[in-house]
């Protein structure tokens, strides 16, 4: 058994099957508010985390332009977009098990172990929740091909907390924010009921993982005594690879913490990098 939660955060991201991945992720998270709850926290520890996690042989990860394009107003459409879904939570968990294990030579208060163990535990509920829904629906995760590109950001900010901090929560899991009512509102309209109590319960609770990035980056600045929204927007531009694109889940997106000029200002083109 895993005696810190940087092991127990290796051994979530070097599992490959989705369900046991996840299934491994809520009882270590399990294990860790337990013994919060007795005031004996277990160590954080140490680990070296893989440079890609485990993954299973389906679906077959192709590049984002292979990725077959299917109309929504279908069935068959609808079990991609939720085939989508299910791939980006179950990245989403591997994400947050990443950031405790990857960053440990950066002195946390324990409060930011806290908020990423219970994100990476409900990305294991909404990825089970999804899967649910597929099967419900005649398929299962792996029955498409799917993103090769999602682990991209983990990899570009492997040594930049603030960068990981600001691209994937900030920005990817903000996006989440601007999509989701759009998907509830197809599938309300197709009748299913378990797809939109799946999606409701993920929009709800996605609400507080993009502010426990805004928290946590807000709090590295401070302690910094840099401005946080310079530093967003050099971080966003250098590793973020495109611009925001509007319409935005303003609202959301403030209860989470992120202030319009944050990313309005990224919707704009990139400057042209000087040539040395």
């Given at each position: 058994?895993?005696?810190?939660?940087?092991?127990?955060?290796?051994?979530?991201?070097?599992?490959?099957?989705?369900?046991?991945?996840?299934?491994?992720?809520?009882?270590?998270?399990a294990r860790w508010f337990a013994a919060r709850n007795t005031g004996e926290a277990l160590a954080i520890g140490h680990a070296s985390p893989p440079d890609m996690p485990a993954r299973p042989e389906k679906p077959e990860l192709l590049h984002p332009n292979d990725v077959p394009r299917r109309r929504p107003g279908s069935e068959v459409g609808r079990i991609a977009l939720l085939h989508a879904v299910a791939h980006i939570e179950l990245n989403a968990v591997d994400l947050h098990w990443?950031?405790?294990?990857?960053?440990?030579?950066?002195?946390?208060?324990?409060?930011?172990?806290?908020?990423?163990?219970?994100?990476?535990?409900?990305?294991?509920?909404?990825?089970?929740?999804?899967?649910?829904?597929?099967?419900?629906?005649?398929?299962?995760?792996?029955?498409?091909?799917?993103?090769?590109?999602?682990?991209?950001?983990?990899?570009?900010?492997?040594?930049?907390?603030?960068?990981?901090?600001?691209?994937?929560?900030?920005?990817?899991?903000?996006?989440?924010?601007?999509?989701?009512?759009?998907?509830?509102?197809?599938?309300?309209?197709?009748?299913?009921?378990?797809?939109?109590?799946?999606?409701?319960?993920?929009?709800?609770?996605?609400?507080?993982?993009?502010?426990?990035?805004?928290?946590?980056?807000?709090?590295?600045?401070?302690?910094?005594?840099?401005?946080?929204?310079?530093?967003?927007?050099?971080?966003?531009?250098?590793?973020?690879?495109?611009?925001?694109?509007?319409?935005?889940?303003?609202?959301?997106?403030?209860?989470?913490?992120?202030?319009?000029?944050?990313?309005?200002?990224?919707?704009?083109?990139?400057?042209?990098?000087?040539?040395?």
């Amino acid at each position: 058994m895993a005696d810190s939660l940087a092991q127990m955060a290796v051994e979530v991201l070097t599992t490959a099957d989705g369900r046991a991945k996840t299934a491994l992720s809520r009882s270590h998270a399990a294990r860790w508010f337990a013994a919060r709850n007795t005031g004996e926290a277990l160590a954080i520890g140490h680990a070296s985390p893989p440079d890609m996690p485990a993954r299973p042989e389906k679906p077959e990860l192709l590049h984002p332009n292979d990725v077959p394009r299917r109309r929504p107003g279908s069935e068959v459409g609808r079990i991609a977009l939720l085939h989508a879904v299910a791939h980006i939570e179950l990245n989403a968990v591997d994400l947050h098990w990443d950031i405790i294990a990857r960053f440990t030579d950066h002195p946390m208060p324990i409060g930011f172990y806290d908020d990423w163990v219970k994100a990476a535990d409900e990305e294991s509920k909404h990825f089970n929740l999804i899967c649910d829904c597929l099967a419900g629906m005649g398929s299962h995760y792996g029955a498409m091909p799917a993103h090769a590109g999602m682990w991209r950001a983990a990899s570009d900010t492997a040594h930049d907390l603030h960068g990981r901090l600001a691209v994937v929560p900030m920005v990817l899991e903000a996006r989440g924010l601007d999509v989701t009512p759009g998907m509830i509102a197809l599938f309300k309209k197709a009748g299913a009921t378990e797809a939109v109590a799946a999606l409701e319960v993920i929009y709800g609770e996605e609400v507080a993982h993009v502010a426990y990035g805004s928290k946590w980056f807000n709090w590295l600045c401070g302690r910094d005594g840099t401005d946080p929204k310079e530093v967003f927007h050099r971080l966003v531009r250098r590793y973020f690879h495109g611009t925001l694109k509007p319409p935005f889940n303003e609202e959301k997106r403030a209860d989470a913490g992120m202030p319009p000029d944050f990313y309005w200002p990224l919707t704009e083109a990139k400057p042209e990098q000087t040539k040395g």
